[in-house]
């Protein structure tokens, strides 16, 4: 709970009564590893802060899941597009590992948004932050591959650092296979040595 309030007051502080309030509704939940928070096809009806654990956004395109996504320890996840149209997600959230989580409802939101309008700015800063986010990402899938890699070190070096990002998934996210992975990895590797 105290992750969560200095992440939610290092975007705007929140007052007491706020912070009180959080701490009565707030909901924690474990996901064990393998498991879903959200299902392709379901209603984003939570939004969910990351205590500890990793969480992977994927699709199902019928032939294989296409990961988009994987959010990690202080962040946020959510379907956005479900959770603000309570429509069924076009996307899955699954456990890398066992994942603690703090939960609030689409209802309860609404509720804290009319209640308490300063809460409005965090609201309002995190879709900004996660929009800029998926913005970023078709920006990369619309790179050529060679630069798909490049950009992941200079936008997101954790998942090149983060040991539970394995080659397979990281692969998967830029959009590669693992073998033109371990090619440029190689690369990336002789050139430090330069």
């Known amino acids: ?4 309030l200095r992440y939610m007051n ?4 929140l007052s007491a009564e706020t912070q009180a309030l959080l701490a009565i509704i707030l909901k924690e939940h474990v996901v064990l590893k393998g498991r879903h928070w959200l299902k392709q096809g379901e209603v984003c009806e939570r939004i969910a802060f990351i205590q500890r654990g990793l969480f992977r956004i994927y699709f199902d395109s019928g032939s294989k899941d296409a990961s988009l996504w994987y959010n990690r320890e ?18 899955s959230i699954q456990a890398i590992e066992d994942t603690s989580v703090l939960y609030i409802t689409h209802n309860q939101l609404q509720e804290l948004y009319a209640r308490y309008p300063e809460f409005n700015i965090n609201g309002r800063r995190i879709l900004e932050h996660y929009y800029s986010i998926s913005e970023m990402h078709v920006r990369l899938l619309m790179s050529p591959t060679i630069l798909r890699f490049e950009i992941i070190q200079q936008l997101y ?26 090619r440029f990895q190689n690369r ?6 330069k």
């Open 157 to 182: 070096p954790w998942l090149m650092e983060d040991e539970r990002i394995t080659n397979k998934m990281l692969a998967a996210y830029i959009g590669i296979s693992p073998e033109h992975l371990s």
């Open 74 to 91: 202080n962040e946020v996840t959510i379907s956005v597009h479900s959770f603000f149209t309570q429509t069924p997600s076009a996307f």
């Open 10 to 13: 290092a975007i705007h502080p």
């Open 188 to 193: 990336r590797r002789q050139d430090l040595k």
């Open 1 to 4: 709970m105290l992750e969560l």
